[in-house]
Each structure stands twice: as structure tokens, then as C-alpha cells.
């Protein structure tokens, strides 16, 4: 701090720890002044050298697979880091869960990461039945103050939309017809379903085919 404070003044001090090897270390700072009362004021210094530790992280905390059709798949991706000093060691991965069986790790990440590194791991969400989803991922390590790490997995099943045809009326009477004379009927076709409907042909059939026609 400032050799000379002002009345009422204040200033700081900064200490910086840093161990050279491992175990508890204690010092203290001595501070000398012209207080009458108080001239010398010590703060005791105390910390710990630690050899070091591997630190787990995994990122994002949850993956959102939205809405996706029963039996169709998509994949998302969770990326695993060691942010610690030493080496971490990935000892399991797995997906737990009310709906796990709908969730499925497709590359898992290496089984150690040095300091500093980083892996992936892909997780595929293949609904079996309709109705939203939850499971988690879970990785354990040797990470002594954070052993396990769970990324939540959340997803929507949904039942495949499909075309339907409905044509009305459901049949045709024309009557009474003279050999110079014709008529003509409609009929409404209408797609009620919740996809593309495609017509793919439309031709009339039977024994008596040739005297209907489909008019333009």
C-alpha cells in the first residue's frame, strides 16, 4: 500500500500464493507504523500446495432434440473436458432414466484426457412411442470433487402424419339416360389427413367403362 495514508484514506495490499511443493505453508504480514496504539499489525498467511487434480466438465448441461416422428433418429453432441492438472479417467458412460431406451450413446469419448483436453460424446434420440422423453447422461470419473456429471436429454415422440382420401358422394346414380343424351355428376375429393395427398391416377373402370367418361 501507499507509504502515507491520509486521514480517513485506505489503500490495499495484495499477496499472491504460490506453493512450491505440496503441504500446508504459513506465514504472516507485518505491517509497521507510526500508530501510537498499534505500531506493528501482523494478518497471518495461510494455504495448502496441492499436487494437483483432474477436473471433469461436460457442456451443454442438456440436449434438446424437439419433436421427432416414432422410429426416426437424430443425434446431438456433448463435449467433455478436463479442466483440472492432472489426467482424467472416464471409468463409465451411460444413459439413465424413465426413458432411456429411447436415447442411445453412439460415440463415447476417450477413456483419459489430459489436462486441458476434450472429447465428444453423441447421443441418438430414436422415439419408440409418442409422448415427450426424459433421460440424462451420465459420465463418472476420477474427478475427486466432482465424480459425476449429467447432461439431461429431453425430446417429443410424435405419430407420423399421413394423407386420407375421402371422396363424396360415396356413389353415383345418373338415372335415366337416352342413347343422344348424357348427364353429369360431381363428386368432392378431400384430403383429410395431415399430409400431401397425391393422386397418382384417375380412370374408370368395369364392364361398362366406355360410356362413362371423366370430363374436363
Keep these: 500500500c501507499a507509504g502515507t495514508l491520509q486521514p480517513g484514506a485506505s489503500d490495499t495490499v495484495r499477496i499472491r500464493f504460490s506453493p ?25 498467511l495461510r494455504g495448502y500446495g496441492s499436487a494437483g487434480t483432474p477436473a471433469l466438465s461436460i457442456q451443454p448441461a442438456s440436449l434438446a432434440y424437439d419433436t421427432l416422428t416414432v422410429g426416426a433418429q437424430r443425434e446431438r453432441s456433448a463435449v467433455v473436458s478436463n479442466t483440472g492438472t492432472l489426467v482424467l479417467t472416464i471409468t463409465s458412460q451411460q444413459v439413465l432414466g424413465a426413458d ?15 489436462p486441458g483436453a476434450s472429447d465428444t460424446v453423441r447421443i441418438r434420440f430414436s422415439p ?3 409422448g415427450a422423453k426424459a433421460a440424462s447422461l451420465r459420465i463418472t470419473s ?75
Excluded: E, H, Y
Design 128 to 130: 419408440s412411442a409418442p
Design 20 to 44: 512450491s511443493n505440496t503441504g500446508q505453508k504459513n506465514a504472516s504480514l507485518d505491517l509497521a507504523s507510526n500508530d501510537a496504539m498499534n505500531p506493528a499489525t501482523r494478518v497471518p
Design 142 to 216: 476420477n474427478d475427486p470433487q466432482r465424480p459425476t456429471a449429467d447432461v439431461a436429454l429431453r425430446g417429443v415422440g410424435v405419430v407420423a402424419q399421413t394423407a386420407q382420401i375421402v371422396v363424396t358422394p360415396v356413389s353415383v346414380a345418373f338415372g335415366r339416360v337416352g342413347p343422344a343424351g348424357s348427364a353429369l355428376r360431381t363428386l368432392w375429393v378431400q384430403n383429410t389427413g395431415g399430409a400431401q395427398l397425391v393422386i397418382s391416377a384417375q380412370r374408370v373402370t368395369g364392364a361398362d367403362s366406355s360410356v362413362f367418361v371423366i370430363a374436363q
Design 100 to 114: 432411456a431406451s429411447d436415447f442411445t450413446i453412439t460415440r463415447t469419448c476417450a477413456g483419459t484426457l489430459q
